[in-house]
């Protein structure tokens, strides 16, 4: 399967998703504290942008502090970005990076509807971020790194965004030993 068609793949699953949340099945709450939420932290953010994708909690290992400027990269519906947000208070400002439309259109809306006024929602892909270059004292991502086809330019533009002393706190998948063929080869392989 080629760059093209692993990424239309992987827009495709995340644009069910984005139509209809009932797709993701199970006790969210569960699920994330499962990830490293606390029950403060699940209150923090709007049950809308809980989807149950992530496999951690980057903010609570990067612990934004008030005043920083931070980026979530796959934020999808801004789960760690609302939490992220209140870290960093009203001083500071929270960048959602996702490249699926409809995933921003729900953040948004979200934004809109709890009066977010330090957060925002940019449409791009993590090989090349839509921030300026040294802008972020930390960069946080949860699972979307594994999905790029060139994963080396992610970091390149990390680095390329983040200031001097930056942070990433990056919450992912790694193999430790190859995947058989008939996974690979498969788009529609989400884990079980």
């Known amino acids: 399967m080629d760059k093209k068609d692993i990424r239309k793949s992987i827009n495709n699953f995340y644009d069910e998703i984005a139509e209809d949340e009932k797709k993701v099945t199970g006790d969210i709450d569960k699920l994330n ?26 903010k ?5 502090r008030p005043g920083e400027f931070v980026a979530d990269l796959g934020s999808g519906r801004g789960m760690d970005v609302f939490l992220a947000a209140k870290s960093v208070g009203d001083t500071g400002h929270v960048i959602g990076i996702d490249n699926n439309y409809k995933m921003l259109e729900k953040a948004r809306d979200i934004v809109n509807k709890k009066e977010f006024k330090n957060v925002e929602f940019r449409l791009g892909e993590i090989e090349y971020i839509p921030i300026k270059d040294n802008y972020l004292d930390l960069i946080m991502s949860n699972c979307v790194i594994n999905l790029s086809t060139d994963k080396k330019q992610v970091y390149r ?26 996974i690979k080869e498969s788009p529609n392989v989400h884990g079980t």
């Open 60 to 64: 609570e290992l990067g612990k934004p």
């Open 157 to 182: 533009d990390i680095y390329r965004i983040l200031k001097s002393g930056g942070r990433m706190s990056l919450s992912d998948i790694v193999l430790k030993k190859d995947l058989p063929n008939d």
């Open 33 to 58: 504290e499962s990830l490293g939420y606390s029950k403060e932290d699940l209150k923090d953010i709007p049950k809308e942008a809980q989807l149950g994708l992530g496999c951690g909690n980057p």
